[in-house]
């Protein structure tokens, strides 16, 4: 990809890891400037340590579930580099098991986190991109936002909604330079779901696991107006999208995509041992 984001300014949340983090890095190597959003300062002050050789970086500690922090944002990334191009939206939670083991706090904290602030965040940043005369919204979904995934009941609805929004915002912005859409990954090679393996559904492993920076990668492609979606693994987002056209067929294929999982959350497992 040229480097369409040199000069560009690029907020992302949850920027201190994983995903976050790739996308810093993606976007830092297109010498864009970067406002980078997380809970914690020393996360935060690491990328940014990581990073400030290549670019410009402001680092913001707060809580994307704060409406006033989230409206302070965009004025403190505007005041620093004088617009604002690019709004990831990435920060996420995931409360791993059944509906009937997780607290209902930890379910509104899901919905906060995962859903309520894409949404806050997204009509506050459009002011500031029409200003730019231009720019992107971009979501980091999940597979999981495409289908139902038992044991995730609160995961898969806010990632569903974050779709549906999406898909709905990128509509209402056609024609206005500004790009929207969202990337849906399924597992991702991060602490996200590698601290957590024993946690994790095995059926999530029956997928094919991306890295950090293939997902960066789809979303400076997202950003760029290329596509409207991108799910990861192509060939699992077909699969997903027929789990979800034929029910029966989800159910029917389980048991072996459970089976598969199982082997592979093994060899995954074996091999955070061995590192």
Same mark, same amino acid.
């Given at each position: 990809?040229?480097?369409?984001?040199?000069?560009?300014?690029?907020? !992302?949340?949850?920027?201190?890891?994983?995903?976050?983090?790739?996308?810093?890095?993606?976007?830092?190597?297109?010498?864009?400037? @970067?406002?980078?959003?997380?809970?914690?300062?020393?996360?935060?002050?690491?990328?940014?340590? =990581?990073?400030?050789?290549?670019?410009?970086?402001?680092?913001?500690?707060?809580?994307?579930? +704060?409406?006033?922090?989230?409206?302070? @944002?965009?004025?403190?990334?505007?005041?620093?580099?004088?617009?604002?191009?690019?709004?990831?939206?990435?920060? %996420?939670?995931?409360?791993?098991?059944?509906? =009937?083991?997780?607290?209902?706090?930890?379910?509104?904290?899901?919905? +906060?986190?995962?859903?309520?602030?894409?949404?806050?965040?997204?009509?506050?940043?459009?002011?500031?991109?029409?200003?730019?005369?231009?720019?992107? !919204?971009?979501?980091?979904?999940?597979?999981?936002?495409?289908?139902?995934?038992?044991?995730?009941?609160?995961?898969?609805?806010?990632?569903?909604?974050? #779709?549906?929004?999406? *898909?709905?915002?990128?509509? =209402?912005?056609? %024609?206005?330079? !500004?790009?929207?859409?969202?990337? &849906?990954?399924?597992?991702?090679?991060?602490?996200?779901?590698? +601290? =957590?393996?024993?946690?994790?559904? +095995?059926?999530?492993?029956?997928?094919?696991? &991306?890295?950090?920076?293939?997902?960066?990668?789809?979303?400076?492609?997202?950003?760029?107006?290329?596509?409207?979606?991108?799910?990861?693994?192509?060939? &699992?987002?077909?699969?997903?999208?027929?789990? *979800?056209?034929?029910?029966?067929?989800?159910?029917?294929?389980?048991?072996?995509?459970?089976?598969? %999982?199982?082997?592979?959350?093994?060899?995954? #497992?074996?091999?955070?041992?061995?590192?």
């Amino acid at each position: 990809m040229t480097a369409r984001f040199t000069g560009k300014t690029i907020v !992302i949340t949850g920027a201190s890891a994983g995903v976050g983090a790739a996308c810093a890095r993606a976007f830092a190597a297109q010498k864009a400037n @970067l406002v980078l959003v997380a809970r914690g300062q020393q996360g935060l002050d690491l990328i940014k340590d =990581e990073l400030a050789a290549q670019t410009k970086v402001l680092t913001v500690a707060m809580d994307v579930a +704060d409406t006033e922090q989230c409206l302070a @944002l965009f004025a403190k990334a505007e005041a620093e580099f004088g617009n604002v191009d690019v709004l990831v939206n990435n920060a %996420g939670m995931h409360k791993r098991g059944n509906l =009937e083991t997780v607290s209902p706090a930890d379910v509104g904290a899901m919905v +906060d986190i995962n859903l309520r602030a894409p949404l806050m965040l997204s009509c506050a940043a459009i002011p500031y991109l029409r200003r730019a005369s231009g720019g992107a !919204i971009v979501m980091v979904g999940s597979l999981a936002g495409m289908a139902p995934l038992q044991g995730a009941a609160t995961y898969s609805g806010t990632k569903a909604g974050l #779709r549906a929004f999406a *898909y709905a915002l990128a509509d =209402e912005m056609r %024609g206005t330079g !500004i790009y929207v859409g969202v990337v &849906s990954p399924g597992p991702i090679d991060t602490g996200f779901i590698m +601290d =957590e393996i024993d946690k994790v559904e +095995d059926i999530v492993f029956s997928q094919p696991m &991306s890295s950090a920076s293939e997902v960066a990668d789809a979303v400076l492609s997202i950003a760029a107006g290329n596509k409207l979606e991108i799910a990861m693994p192509a060939a &699992s987002g077909r699969m997903v999208n027929l789990g *979800y056209l034929f029910p029966w067929l989800r159910r029917y294929l389980r048991p072996k995509l459970y089976a598969m %999982g199982r082997k592979n959350k093994d060899k995954y #497992r074996h091999r955070q041992i061995n590192e």
